[in-house]
């Protein structure tokens, strides 16, 4: 189990290539704990609900239907406020997505710096069309709003990493760089 | 060697001084650059004595409205009833700005320095930084730095021995760029929708989880440590009456030399965007610049010699906001540049006033029906008209914030409107 001190607990990286998936997030000695802590750090319990969302998809990849319910039973609140909340967010997968989630700025600065033609790089050495999962389960593009990281442009976000100064043609290498073994960019 | 790139403008204040250094991160060797000095004189000092400084250094908020610190500091209750609550902002979307991830990865010490004192300022007994969620490589970075903290006894129980106890927590949005509005982000940290509230009440009175609060920009509270430190009069040495101090600027567009520069506020436009990032790449000439992120209004090459303050650029016509000028050269397309802004502001509407809702939409698509070559020259009339509807009639500027760059395309690049519809009325 990863150790993970209060104070941080809601701010892990929830959007991750290996996934440890699991029926019932709070009945293992892991899930107990994150939502202990989380709820150690707010006044209110509903503090927790983003934290928690993050958890959940963080364990299995997606936030699933059923995880919202367990997150409403464990916070009091109701399934549809719960609902409501996840899908105010663009970060939170309502679906299963690829182990690699895409997603590429074209935002004003990486938009004057071809990032509409790094996505569509995206999408033929994938071979997937926008947000779509690719055959093999691995990869999902989207297109991305300004991703804080303007100077860098093209900017590109996979997971929990950054790709900056990506050019249509060197799409192939970022890809290279995302199997395990593969240094860090 | 700096980071990125060096220029004789840069003054290097603790603030930008450690950037590119790994080493800085860690809390040994963050102590001999003279870590947490400032935390040490703070728990010795009276909450208004740092208001106080803090107030007269002139220091103004970074986040893009440039509201005086140390004066939202003192709308705090003085006595307390209850929890007090400081947030970072950490949210850092808009559309030109990457200044706060410069800092959160590092000299995340230094945040959390900046931190500590603002809530003992404010009487704060919890400080949260909200970071936005896509921010994943430097939360951890700033992680590992908070957690380092709390061992070393800088956070939690009895802070350097002096009775005083402050908790720090870090949490995550998850893609919205309206959680960066204040009022929005507090809505998001209690667990809700990162949806706007209508002011007054105002934070200081009832904030996040009904609880006195104040929101501060991570770069605001970044320069509180060398204040307290070096005195108000010191930081006074840069800039101007009503703009003191430096300013950590993020260019990107068309440039030589993109991103972060510390510079003192004042210096001209013109030499930041020529001098310090050498101008547009390929010998191309520059055709706008969005001086201060992308919600502020455009200028054009001829207007850049204003100087780089609050006041010099609202004189201008435009808006310092987060000092992040986005530079577009002379083959750019305004009409659809202007699109992709307002389709960032379209999608980013949290769609609780119609106006916004509605308005940022309308304009995102006229903008696209006149780039494609299907507009009117009544659209330009359309568009103005928006203009009028989308300014100050809502619970937050989100909507406001299209107004600035449309408007000023359209007053100064018209002919590139007109040159796309052809004449067809
Ligand atoms: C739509 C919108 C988005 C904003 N985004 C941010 C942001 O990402 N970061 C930030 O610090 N302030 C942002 N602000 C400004 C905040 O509302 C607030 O003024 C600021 O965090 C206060 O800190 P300061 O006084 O230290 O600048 C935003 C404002 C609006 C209207
Ligand atoms: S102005 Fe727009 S973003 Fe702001 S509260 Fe209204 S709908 Fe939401
Ligand atoms: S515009 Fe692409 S990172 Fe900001």
């Known amino acids: ?185 | 060697m700096g980071f990125p790139h060096d220029h004789d403008l840069e003054i290097g204040t603790i603030l930008s001084r450690h950037f590119g250094d790994p080493k800085a991160r860690e809390l040994d060797t963050w102590l001999t650059y003279g870590g947490y000095e400032g935390l040490k004189q703070a728990v010795e000092m009276d909450p208004g004595e740092i208001t106080t400084i803090v107030k007269d250094s002139g220091l103004r908020g970074r986040g893009g409205a440039g509201f005086p610190t140390g004066l939202k500091w003192s709308f705090m209750p003085q006595e307390k009833s209850g929890p007090h609550y400081l947030c970072c902002n950490a949210d850092e979307s808009e559309p030109g700005a990457f200044k706060d991830r410069e800092i959160l990865r590092w000299v995340p010490h230094l945040l959390i320095e900046g931190c500590l004192i603002a809530a003992r300022a404010i009487r704060a007994e919890h400080a949260y930084i909200y970071v936005r969620g896509e921010y994943f490589p430097f939360t951890s970075i700033l992680n590992d730095a908070v957690v380092e903290a709390y061992e070393a006894g800088y956070i939690g129980r009895d802070i350097l021995g002096s009775g005083w106890d402050c908790d720090l927590t870090v949490h995550i949005g998850a893609g919205a760029y309206i959680a960066g509005e204040e009022t929005g982000l507090m809505s998001s940290l209690t667990g809700g929708r990162a949806e706007p509230k209508i002011k007054p009440p105002f934070p200081a009175q009832s904030g996040v989880f009904g609880k006195p609060t104040t929101v501060n920009n991570v770069e605001t509270l970044a320069a509180v440590p060398m204040i307290l430190i070096n005195g108000a009069d010191w930081y006074r040495q840069w800039g101007t009456e009503k703009s003191p101090g430096t300013k950590l600027w993020c260019c990107s567009g068309h440039l030589v030399r993109p991103g972060n520069y510390e510079l003192e506020l004042g210096v001209p436009l013109k030499d930041v965007i020529y001098d310090v990032c050498g101008g547009a790449p390929d010998g191309k000439k520059i055709k706008a610049v969005i001086p201060g992120g992308s919600s502020t209004a455009m200028l054009t090459a001829d207007e850049l010699d204003v100087p780089s303050t609050y006041e010099g650029l609202q004189e201008a016509g435009s808006s310092l906001g987060t000092a992040s000028p986005i530079v577009l050269n002379e083959d750019t397309n305004i009409v659809r540049a202007m699109r992709r802004i307002a389709d960032f502001y379209a999608h980013e509407s949290c769609g609780q006033c119609v106006q916004c809702r509605e308005g940022t939409s309308w304009v995102a698509k006229i903008l696209k029906r006149i780039e494609d070559g299907d507009g009117r020259l009544s659209d330009l009339d359309t568009l103005y008209d928006l203009c009028e509807q989308l300014t100050g009639r809502t619970i937050c500027v989100l909507a406001d914030s299209v107004v600035f760059p449309l408007r000023s395309s359209l007053d100064k690049f018209r002919d590139e409107y007109e040159a796309l519809i052809g004449g067809r009325a």
């Open chain 1, 1 to 185: 189990m990863k150790k993970v001190h209060p104070a941080v607990v809601g701010a892990q990286p929830f959007q991750l290539a290996e996934h440890r998936p699991v029926e019932r997030l709070f009945e293992d000695a892991e899930g107990r704990d994150r939502l202990e802590k989380s709820l150690s750090r707010y006044p209110e319990k509903k503090g927790a609900l983003l934290p928690m969302l993050a958890y959940a998809q963080e364990r299995n990849g997606w936030l699933s239907p059923e995880a919202m319910e367990e997150i409403a039973e464990a916070l009091d609140l109701t399934p549809a406020y719960v609902r409501s909340v996840a899908t105010f967010y663009t970060m939170y997968a309502k679906r299963p997505v690829g182990r690699y989630w895409i997603q590429v700025c074209t935002c004003i600065s990486c938009h004057v710096n071809r990032g509409e033609e790094v996505f569509e790089s995206f999408l033929e050495h994938t071979g997937t069309r926008a947000g779509e999962v690719s055959e093999d389960g691995r990869y999902t593009v989207i297109e991305a709003e300004c991703l804080g990281a303007c100077g860098f442009a093209t900017v590109v976000q996979v997971n929990d990493r950054y790709f900056e100064n990506v050019t249509p043609e060197t799409v192939p290498e970022v890809l290279a760089q995302l199997e395990p073994g593969e240094p860090e960019a």
